[in-house]
């Protein structure tokens, strides 16, 4: 069961670069999230989508973008990177609705390195 | 807006001694409540959750959490622990925004 896919799995990048982390689920879950890791500060929101076609921000939303044109893609857009992206990034994704047991499912992440 | 502080950032136990690992929250209603395990290089699993009921809620891998409204807390506690409990434990609040706490490191003493 593949669960969630993120890609790649690392990334060095320069600043100034734009970069796209994809990620995809097969479990048809309406909800998707994008964190980021930072030692000592947890799991960070950026940006979530409560079902396709909406988004919402997070804790930290700015400098990044999503889109969610269908259930199964959340794409996490760094339009043009700076060295404080430098992190690990973590989707994840619930059922929502009626069926929400507010269980998260996490991909593996995907460490992104911005010099 | 909710928000969850884990007072202690690493906490280091003997192998079979008593763990609890703290979490206290900020939120506006009926809190939802969770903890989450990270092992190295690894994504979260859960480990337990909260919504309403009994305020004494049981995970997976012997762990258990109390549910305290008046001090608005939610402590993770397992009465023995096991070498292989030595990992990054995350309390998170909410629902559709969920939000994690800074996490607990725990090293587990041979």
């Known amino acids: 069961t593949a669960g969630i896919t993120q890609a790649p799995t690392s990334q060095i990048l320069a600043a100034g670069r734009s970069m796209t982390l994809r990620c995809t689920q097969d479990m048809r879950h309406n909800a998707m999230y994008w964190y980021r890791q930072d030692l000592g500060l947890g799991l960070r929101l950026i940006h979530y989508?409560?079902?396709?076609?909406?988004?919402g921000k997070g804790e930290v939303p700015d400098g990044y973008s999503v889109s969610r044109a269908n259930t199964d893609d959340f794409p996490l857009t760094l339009a043009s990177a700076v060295p404080s992206q430098t992190s690990v990034y973590f989707c994840?994704?619930?059922?929502?609705?009626?069926?929400?047991?507010?269980?998260?499912?996490f991909g593996e992440g995907s460490r992104l390195t911005v010099l | 807006a909710q928000s969850v502080t884990q007072p202690d950032i690493h906490i280091t136990v003997s192998e079979g001694a008593s763990l609890e690992l703290r979490c206290n929250y900020s939120y506006g209603a009926t809190p939802y409540l969770f903890w989450y395990v990270q092992s190295p290089g690894q994504g979260l699993q859960l480990l337990l959750k909260?919504?309403?009921?009994?305020?004494l809620v049981q995970g997976i891998k012997g762990f258990e959490a109390e549910f305290k409204r008046s001090q608005s807390s939610f402590n993770l506690r397992k009465p023995s622990v096991h070498w292989s409990d030595a990992a990054e434990y995350f309390c998170?609040?909410?629902?559709?925004?969920?939000?994690f706490g800074a996490g607990t490191r725990l090293t587990v003493k041979p």
């Open positions: 994840a994704s619930r059922t929502g609705g009626t069926g929400n047991t507010g269980e998260l499912f």
């Open positions: 989508s409560n079902t396709a076609g909406t988004t």
């Open positions: 909260y919504f309403s009921g009994d305020t």
């Open positions: 998170a609040v909410g629902l559709n925004d969920m939000r």
